[in-house]
Structures are given as structure tokens and as C-alpha cells.
């Protein structure tokens, strides 16, 4: 692959007109952060996203759900700053009607060539894309070294790759069927999952309505569960002490505790480590009680 001399502005307007939705990436490679009306729940989520929300937000919030292939947004003052600090492109692959598969490794490619049906590939850092025509519900680490990036996800643009495109196969399909029956870590998964949800029950002191409680709680793990990329950790962190910090005038308990363990599960289903999802919400907990102190 030739080095890319274009900046990624000037890329990222090029794949919108060819139909790719596309958003600036910055250092690290990963999307921007939200903006400060969208940090944490308070804006709840863009349209477009799985937990469809009435974020209108001309920012580049909200991750892969920022994507678009609109020339004015792409090129509006509110994505002016991102593009000077961006330092790559990323698309939105299901947006386009397609499904990379990221074989992160040589182990990962070398069983792709053997398992699935040749396509385009893209060179990656260590392994490569292999993009298929179609779309499908994207999925982490269905094989060690092997994640599927489609609808609700984003992929790093690396130029056009080579070789013809092919229809996305049943092989690609039965990967995230597999993945959703048996779960990798699956004693993890499914003992977090049978834990405490949070109840009126249990929120014996809260000032709140049950129904403002819950809307705040689902919009909260929709923006964890949005995060299939990465930085979900970071969202559990967020909205565990924007959710804690909507109980700080009550006397309590408001049942903050199950509120952290249905985070820690939804951070957990996008991938996040158990150990790491507990620490970022108990950190976020902790750091609104204080405030709140
Ligand atoms: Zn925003
Ligand atoms: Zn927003
Ligand atoms: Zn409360």
C-alpha cells in the first residue's frame, strides 16, 4: 500500500462521495469524545444508533454514529477543529453496505485463507481487512484476532485494497451467530447477567420517579453498548457518575449499586474486561458521591 499523502479531510470527502460515511479519527485511532452537552446521557443519543435518541448534535459525537457521507456536515465549522487533529479516517462500514472482517494478526489471516471465500483486502498495521458486500450486526473477537465491523461500528480507512469484492458468505454470518449462543468468557457473562438489576425495591430513599430513574439507566448502557469500538470503559466510567450525580440531593439508598451492576454488564457484553468494568464504574460512583459531598 502507498503511504497516504492526503490529509483526511480531503480523503474522507472523496469516500463520502463514493457512498462511505465516514468520521475523523484522532491520535490513538479512535473517534473523538463527546461534546460537553452530549457527555454522559444528557443528550440521548443520535438517531441512528441502536437506542435511537433525538441528539441533533453538529459535533462529531457519539462515535461510528457520527459517520456521514453530507459534504456540509463533513466540512461544517463544528468538524473543522477534529479535522486538524485528526490523524486518520474511519467509515462506517454497514453504512455502506459492507462487513469487514479485522484479522488482526497473521494467525487471523492465515485462517481467513483458509476459511473464507477470497474477497477485497485491505494491508492493516499487523494483519488485514477482508471486506465483503453486505451488511451484518457486528461482533467482537468471534476468533482469537478476528472482529466483524459492520452496522453500529466503525473501521479505520487504509485505502482501497485489492482484489474483487465478494458477497458477504454464510461463513462471515455463522461467526456472530456462534458468538451470540456461546459466549467467549461464558461463566463471566452469564454470571453478571443473572445478578441484581436495579428495582423500585431496592431505592428505598430516592426522591425519584421509577420511570425517570429507568429512562436515565437505558439511555446511560445504550451509550456504553454503542461503544463496540472501543472506549467503553471510559462510558461506564462516565455515565455511572452522571447517573450517581442524579441522586445527590436524595436521602437514599436509591439502589446505586444495582444501577453500577447493570453498567458493569453492559460494558462487559461490548467487551469490556469484568475487573476493568467494575473499577471504571465504582471510580464513577465514588467520584459523584464526593462531589456531591
Ligand atoms: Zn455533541
Ligand atoms: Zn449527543
Ligand atoms: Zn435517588
Known sequence: MTPDCKTPLRTALELATAGGPVLPLRLGKVPFGNCRACAAVACGGRPNMKDAGPCQCPAVCHGWAAATT???VITSPAWALAWRQAVAVAYHPGGAGLTV?????????????EALPATRTVPTTRGEHWIYRGAMRSSNAVRPGVDIKSLMSYA??????????A????????????EETTPAPGEVVSSIASRARWDRTVA????????????????GLALVRARTESGAGSQAFGVARFLAGQHAQC???????????????????????ETYARRAVANGLKMASERAA
Do not use: Q
Open 70 to 72: 453530507d459534504p456540509h
Open 101 to 113: 472482517v479485522d484479522l488482526d494478526n497473521a494467525a487471523a489471516v492465515e485462517w481467513a485463507r
Open 156 to 165: 479505520r480507512w487504509l485505502g482501497p485494497g485489492t482484489g474483487r469484492m
Open 167 to 178: 458477497d458477504l458468505p454464510p461463513a462471515v454470518r455463522a461467526l456472530a451467530v456462534k
Open 204 to 219: 428505598t430513599g430516592c426522591r425519584h420517579t421509577e420511570r425517570y430513574v429507568r429512562t436515565g439507566l437505558e439511555r
Open 251 to 273: 436521602p437514599g439508598p436509591c439502589g446505586l449499586d444495582a444501577i453500577g451492576e447493570d453498567i458493569v454488564t453492559a460494558a462487559v457484553s461490548v467487551g469490556v474486561p
